[in-house]
């Protein structure tokens, strides 16, 4: 319903909207900073796809082909160097959500194990271990389960898992 009418605030009413709307101002435009200047982790390189019936183990859901981030991956690796702000991981149904890292420590063989956490998820957690060019890890998202492997070649596979039916490692 457009009336071409401009929307006009009530004089008696116009200071406490436009505090209000001077309040929003800084938050949404440091939101819309966050969002355009986030580093993605990763990015797919194909559609998700359902194993094949065939050979199938019962407890992968879905799998992606993903490609690591490799500016990233030095930056978390490198425990010297600090760790962009936005860094942002997309999911196999398109979704892309910001982490927030708690920790890198130096593992074991020259490796480095990271942890975070989505800020906007409640019940996530991601652990990656790097080891040069080679990651592996699993991701939480409440119940969902996703494990990322090696695949060789600077390729990585982002796989779901049904945890109730995953055997024990």
Not at 43 to 70: C, H, M, V, Y
Not at 146 to 155: E, L, T
Request: aromatic share 4%.
């Amino acid at each position: 319903m457009c009336d071409n009418k401009r929307f006009v605030v009530p004089p008696d009413r116009s200071r406490p909207f436009l505090r209000a709307a001077a309040g929003l101002a800084p938050a949404l435009l440091l939101g819309a900073i966050s969002c355009a200047f986030a580093v993605p982790l990763w990015s797919p390189t194909g559609s998700p796809a359902e194993p094949d019936a065939k050979g199938r183990q019962p407890w992968l859901l879905r799998e992606q082909t993903i490609r690591f981030n490799q500016q990233a991956l030095e930056a978390l690796r490198d425990l010297t160097r600090p760790v962009e702000p936005a860094l942002e991981i997309t999911l196999m149904d398109g979704t892309s959500r910001t982490l927030a890292i708690r920790s890198r420590t130096a593992g074991p063989l020259d490796s480095t194990v990271v942890t975070a956490t989505l800020p906007d998820v409640p019940d996530s957690e991601l652990t990656l271990v790097i080891k040069g060019q080679a990651v592996a890890g699993t991701l939480h998202i409440g119940r969902r389960l996703f494990k990322i492997q090696y695949a060789g070649d600077h390729r990585h596979r982002l796989a779901e898992v049904d945890a109730d039916t995953l055997p024990p490692d």
